[in-house]
């Protein structure tokens, strides 16, 4: 089944530095990559979500970018303010297993003010 | 709309007692999972139903039970509680398909004693 590799597994940046958190996939059929933030206490909510056919994707100060042939992908936080300070979760589903969806195990990232 | 709805919200089981975790979504959703979580080693698949009546294992189903008798609801059930089950469960739904964005409950914080 897929497996999912993240790292760091914590991070701190000073604020208004750039973020990147990296994730590592094994299937190669997986084609859906979201990435989920969680802050303290609360519930995981999706923040930037990509498909395999897509190379990048951004959200203002959010992107994502893909690696299919070295199957993996990185989440990238540009300009980082306090409230980026959050437990961030890669993901990946695909074509063999269209239904499961695979977690990564999480980054913690401070935002130093 | 209330999205989706855990019960209850924190719960302490001596060992080898038993229970059930309610999961309840309003969006009309195919699909619902369990995750577990825990500290470093992020959201691991437990269960999960792809729509009414069906159940499928995730990543670590040993030491639970599910069911989706009706489509708004899947439940979790633990036969004989253990002290490894200790962690904060979550349920999330997602519409079908060919929608994978998940949204998730405020989840369950359960202590095994």
């Known amino acids: 089944g897929e497996n999912v590799e993240q790292h760091p597994s914590t991070l701190s940046v000073q604020e208004g530095d750039s973020a990147v958190i990296k994730c590592t996939y094994s299937d190669s059929a997986s084609n859906y990559f979201p990435w989920y933030k969680q802050e303290l206490g609360k519930r995981p909510q999706l923040i930037i979500d990509?498909?395999?056919?897509?190379g990048e994707k951004k959200d203002q100060r959010i992107a994502v970018t893909l690696n299919k042939t070295a199957k993996h992908f990185s989440l990238h936080i540009t300009e980082t303010q306090p409230e980026d300070s959050a437990v961030y979760f890669c993901?990946?589903?695909?074509?063999?297993?269209?239904?499961?969806?695979?977690f990564g195990p999480g980054t913690s990232l401070s935002v130093i003010p | 709309n209330a999205g989706v709805t855990q019960t209850p919200k924190f719960r302490v089981l001596k060992t080898g007692q038993s229970m059930t975790l309610l999961c309840a979504q309003d969006?009309?959703?195919?699909?619902m999972y369990w995750y577990r979580q825990d500290p470093g080693m992020g959201l691991r698949l437990i269960h999960y139903s792809v729509g009414e009546g069906t159940t499928a294992k995730g990543e670590v189903p040993d030491g639970y039970n599910v069911s989706r008798l009706k489509k708004q609801n899947f439940l979790l059930g633990l036969e004989s509680a253990a002290p490894s089950q200790t962690s904060v469960y979550f349920c999330?739904?997602?519409?079908?398909?060919?929608?994978?964005?998940?949204?998730f409950g405020s989840g369950t914080q359960l202590s095994v004693l």
């Open positions: 969006m009309n959703h195919e699909y």
């Open positions: 999330a739904s997602r519409p079908d398909r060919g929608d994978e964005k998940l949204f």
């Open positions: 993901a990946a589903s695909g074509k063999t297993s269209y239904d499961k969806v695979i």
């Open positions: 990509i498909r395999s056919n897509v």
